[in-house]
């Protein structure tokens, strides 16, 4: 069992930054396993839409959008997984999840994000 917890959204204003955090539990957990872990996002109305990954070797993607803007990283001694994001636009406003994926998949309940313009 997997559990994930997402936290440090907010508001902030256009232009701004946010660090959100994911910290995982339980002992199916294994930061260097096979698999990776993932940031998500979904606006009301919209498809959840995959943001950032990183792999248990450590290497990482980003979607076009927030390519230059945002960043995975890890602290494996802390079991968690960060997502900086800076220079944040309206259209980054969404509830913002933590995935993890093995054999199997894991979602945290997810963070909300709201950026004014």
């Known amino acids: 069992q997997v559990q994930l917890v997402e936290s440090g959204g907010g508001l902030v204003q256009a232009g701004g930054s946010l660090r959100l955090s994911c910290a995982a539990s339980g002992s199916a957990f294994s930061i260097n396993a096979v698999g990776w872990m993932g940031w998500y996002r979904q606006a009301p109305g919209k498809q959840r839409e995959l943001v950032a990954r990183?792999?248990?070797?450590?290497?990482?993607n980003y979607t076009d959008s927030v390519k230059g803007r945002f960043t995975i990283s890890r602290d494996n001694a802390k079991n968690t997984v960060y997502l900086q994001m800076n220079s944040l636009k309206p259209e980054d406003t969404a509830v913002y999840y933590c995935?993890?994926?093995?054999?199997?998949?894991?979602w945290g309940l997810g963070t909300q994000v709201t950026v004014s313009s």
């Open positions: 990183i792999t248990g070797g450590g290497r990482t």
């Open positions: 995935r993890y994926i093995t054999d199997r998949s894991y």
